[in-house]
């Protein structure tokens, strides 16, 4: 096995991977660099398909405050965030913005130059920065992508899986082996900091708003390494994905268009909000996909839809060009026409258990972005945290990474060469799995007993499914190919997601429990580790 060494190596080329490593390039002493690994291409992530914002509270937005958004977050959160986390993170959007834009980020300017605040679901003024109108998480993506490629001492390898963590017999993780599947080619890699940054979940449900790439590596990764992980129960479901897109991949119409006053109808064309909460459209998202359900289920019908119609062609395809694009190339104009909508999975609340710096229970082992869990989203996230988030947590980061001897790290140790010998000797990995099926099998059991409404009887059978999955797919080290690996992580965070909706005996926030239909009084967080 191929065998290179690192100061850092970051998993994952979101905005929190890749704005981390521009940082960790400008700010941090690096003697042996700095690796990004990403399973795909480095422009491709979850981040690239954010379309409604970043949350931004700015001075010069008279309206909005700090304790203005950290009490919208803990309301939207349903008793789970935690205060402290919400309030740093809150506090350092306007630097982390700043240095974006010094990063070459163009955040939507009006026609006086001044920055432009929209408004998602539940936030209580216009606060939400966005780029290229409705295309943010492309816009950032994009500028960060350009800025790292100006770079030549930061290595990039494409097309490639981190695949273990290397923890050594103290409990400190010390690299990582990394799989490339164009070459089929494992290589040893030693880092003092293993930085995961790999997104989120959606792709283990069959309707989600994720691209392929989000099958829950890191956080699978990690818990295999015994790191803690924490919410696990708490997936978000987005209430408005563009129901005729043809694959399970949905397109995504950006809550936003609510922002701008667009209404929810049923195949009748009647408002049903109303019926459901007094913030209508713009309740929190978990009760709005609800009550959409739940309309579906009344009515008999696949989706219900957005109507925007009040909004005028010209100043739709302004504000919304990627999703103007999107609904006419299905022969659907906004400004006339009833957009259909269904919800589809689209965040993750839970994840690797992470302070707000990326620090995880392992020691030289760090999470940011989506999969890690900060106790920022609580039991269901407010729309446009997520991107901030993400800034925050890189920045953070760095920040801790200073104070770290990135020059150091033993490496031989006993269970460092086991590890990598399981990989050397492996020979099981030769056996057939049709993975495919699997696929198929495992997306379509999360989506119909782990999704939006849940009871224990689902979440029993779920389980039971699970189980026979994970004994028709034996391979624990060696696998044959990315989808194998992409299985492998799949099917660990698929039950730990079952296990913790099955002991979480109430509803909150994204987790509604139809035979647990009320909260308890005292909010509790739950966590595990192996
Ligand atoms: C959206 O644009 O509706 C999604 C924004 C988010 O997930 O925060």
Redesign the pocket.
């Known amino acids: 096995m191929k065998h290179t060494r690192y100061s850092a190596v970051i998993v994952g080329s979101g905005i929190a991977g890749l704005y981390a490593a521009i940082k960790l390039e400008r700010e941090v002493n690096l003697p042996n660099g700095l690796l990004i690994i990403t399973k795909s291409q480095l422009i491709e992530s979850n981040s690239k398909y ?3 914002g970043m949350v931004c509270v700015m001075p010069e937005n008279k309206l909005d405050s700090c304790t203005l958004h950290i009490e919208d977050t803990i309301k939207a959160g349903a008793g789970l965030t935690d205060r402290k986390v919400a309030e740093f993170i809150s506090e350092k959007s306007a630097e982390v913005v700043k240095e974006l834009q010094n990063f070459g980020v163009d955040f939507d300017r009006d026609e006086n130059n001044k920055l432009k605040f929209t408004k ?1 679901a539940a936030h209580s003024v216009n606060r939400i920065l966005h780029a290229g109108g409705d295309a943010t998480g492309f816009c950032i993506e994009n500028a960060l992508v350009k800025y790292i490629l100006s770079k030549k001492n930061i290595t990039i390898y494409e097309q490639t899986l981190a695949v273990e963590i290397l923890k050594d017999s103290k409990n400190i993780s010390r690299g990582l082996i990394a799989y490339n599947y164009n070459e089929n080619e494992y290589e040893v890699v030693e880092a003092p900091a293993v930085i995961l940054a790999t997104g989120g979940i959606g792709q283990l449900y069959k309707y989600t708003t994720n691209p392929d790439i989000t099958t829950g590596d890191g956080i699978a990764l990690a818990y295999r390494a015994g790191a803690i992980v924490k919410d696990m129960e708490f997936v978000q479901f ?1 209430p408005t994905a563009f129901a005729l897109s043809e694959k399970g991949t949905m397109f ?1 119409i ?3 268009v609510r922002g701008e006053g667009a209404k929810l109808v049923n195949k009748d064309g009647q408002t049903f909000m109303e019926k459901y909460d007094k913030r209508l459209e713009l309740a929190p998202r978990d009760i709005v996909t609800r009550a959409i359900y739940n309309e579906m289920r009344q009515t008999k019908t696949q989706n219900v839809y957005l109507d925007a119609t009040h909004i005028p062609e010209e100043k739709f395809e302004k504000r919304f060009p990627t999703i103007y694009a999107t609904c006419k190339e299905y022969n659907i104009n906004p400004a006339k026409d009833y957009i259909p909508v269904s919800p589809s999975a ?2 993750f609340m839970g994840g690797v258990k992470t302070k707000v710096n990326g620090t995880t229970s392992i020691e030289g082992l760090y999470a940011i972005g989506e999969a890690a869990c900060t106790g920022l989203h609580g039991a269901n ?1 407010l ?4 991107i901030l988030e993400c800034a925050v947590t890189a920045y953070e980061l760095v920040n801790h990474l200073k104070t770290i001897d990135l020059s150091k790290n033993e490496f031989n140790d006993k269970e460092i060469i086991r590890l990598i010998d399981a990989y050397k000797n492996d020979n099981s990995f030769n056996q057939k799995v049709n993975i495919d099926n699997m696929f198929k099998e495992l997306k379509e059991l999360m989506w119909s007993n782990v999704g939006i409404i849940r009871n224990k009887e689902k979440l029993e059978k779920a389980k039971e499914q699970l189980e026979k999955l994970s004994q028709e797919f034996s391979l624990s080290y060696k696998c044959n190919t990315r989808n194998e690996y992409e299985m492998r992580n799949m099917l660990t965070v698929a039950k730990l997601i079952v296990n913790f909706a099955l002991n979480r005996k109430e509803s909150r926030g994204a987790h509604y429990r139809e035979d647990f239909p009320e909260k308890e009084m005292i909010a509790k967080s739950q966590q595990y580790s192996l």
């Open positions: 954010a379309q409604g998602e987005h995504l950006s809550e936003a689209h965040y996230r729309a446009s945290n997520s």
